[in-house]
C-alpha cells in the first residue's frame, strides 16, 4: 500500500499562500491523490482529488508533477479559519473498483493574525 | 441540508455493557464506512458496506459489528465494550465505492469505556 509522508506542522499568517508538500514515493498507476482538511472534533472534509499535473477548485490547487512520487496542496490566501490538520492520502484502488482511503499522521497547520 | 448525522454525540460507559452508534446518510450514498481517530495513529478503518446487506471488515474490525439493513443505515455495535475501545469515532459515506476517495464525514461520537 502506497505511504505518504508530510510535515507534521507548519505556521503560517494571514493573507499568505500556504503550500503543504506531500511525498508518495510507491504511488501506483491507479492511485489518485486525496486530501483532507479536519478542524478539531469534527470528521474530515474532502478538499481536492488529482491524478497529474494541475487541478484547482475554489479552495484550493493541487500540483502534481510529472512523476507522480510527491504534490502539492496550495491554500490562497490563508485565514485563521484555515487553521486545521490536512491529510494527503494516495487511495488504494482494489479489484471491484473498491477505494480505500488510508489516512496517515496529517500536517497541522497553524494559520496565526 | 445533504449530511451524515452520528448519535450519540458523546457517550460514557462502562466495560461490558453492550452499545450502538448509529450513522445515517441523507444523500442515498451506497459505501459507508466507521473509522476511528486514536491519537499519534490516525484514522482507522474499522468496518465498510459498499451497499445494503453487503459489510466487510476494515483494518482494525476486533470487537466491533455492523448492519447495512437500510441503505441510508448503518449501526456500530459495541457487544462488549472495553476500555481500549475508547476513542473518536467517524462515520463516513460516498455515491459508490468507486468514488470512495471522495467520503462525507460525520461529525463524529468520543465514546469513552471505563
Known amino acids: 500500500l502506497a505511504k505518504t509522508t508530510q510535515p507534521i506542522s507548519m505556521d503560517s499568517y494571514e493573507g499568505q499562500e500556504v503550500n503543504i508538500t506531500c511525498s508518495h514515493n510507491?504511488?501506483?498507476?491507479?492511485?489518485?491523490i486525496t486530501w483532507y482538511q479536519q478542524f478539531p472534533s469534527q470528521g474530515p472534509r474532502f478538499i481536492i482529488q488529482?491524478?497529474?499535473t494541475k487541478v484547482t477548485n475554489e479552495v484550493a490547487s493541487l500540483f502534481i508533477p510529472a512523476d507522480r512520487k510527491s504534490s502539492t496542496l496550495s491554500l490562497p490566501r490563508v485565514s485563521l479559519s484555515d487553521t486545521a490538520v490536512y491529510y494527503c492520502?494516495?487511495?488504494?484502488?482494489?479489484?471491484?473498483?473498491?477505494?480505500?482511503?488510508?489516512f496517515g499522521a496529517g500536517t497541522r497547520l497553524a494559520v496565526h493574525p | 441540508e445533504a449530511q451524515v448525522t452520528q448519535n450519540p454525540r458523546y457517550l460514557i460507559t462502562v466495560t461490558g455493557k453492550k452499545l450502538t452508534v448509529t450513522c445515517s446518510q441523507n444523500?442515498?450514498?451506497?459505501?459507508m464506512s466507521w473509522y476511528r481517530q486514536d491519537p499519534g495513529l490516525g484514522l482507522r478503518q474499522i468496518y465498510y458496506?459498499?451497499?445494503?446487506?453487503?459489510?466487510d471488515k476494515g483494518d482494525v474490525p476486533e470487537g466491533y459489528k455492523v448492519s447495512r439493513k437500510e441503505k441510508r443505515n448503518f449501526p456500530l455495535i459495541l457487544e462488549s465494550p472495553s476500555p481500549n475501545q475508547t476513542s473518536l469515532y467517524f462515520c463516513?459515506?460516498?455515491?459508490?465505492?468507486?468514488?470512495?476517495?471522495?467520503?462525507?464525514f460525520g461529525p463524529g461520537t468520543r465514546l469513552t469505556v471505563t
Open positions: 488529482g491524478y497529474k
Open positions: 463516513a459515506s460516498s455515491p459508490s465505492a468507486g468514488t470512495g476517495y471522495e467520503q462525507y
Open positions: 444523500m442515498n450514498h451506497e459505501y
Open positions: 510507491n504511488i501506483a498507476t491507479n492511485d489518485y
Open positions: 492520502l494516495v487511495g488504494v484502488t482494489f479489484s471491484g473498483g473498491y477505494n480505500k482511503l488510508i
Open positions: 458496506s459498499m451497499n445494503v446487506e453487503v459489510t
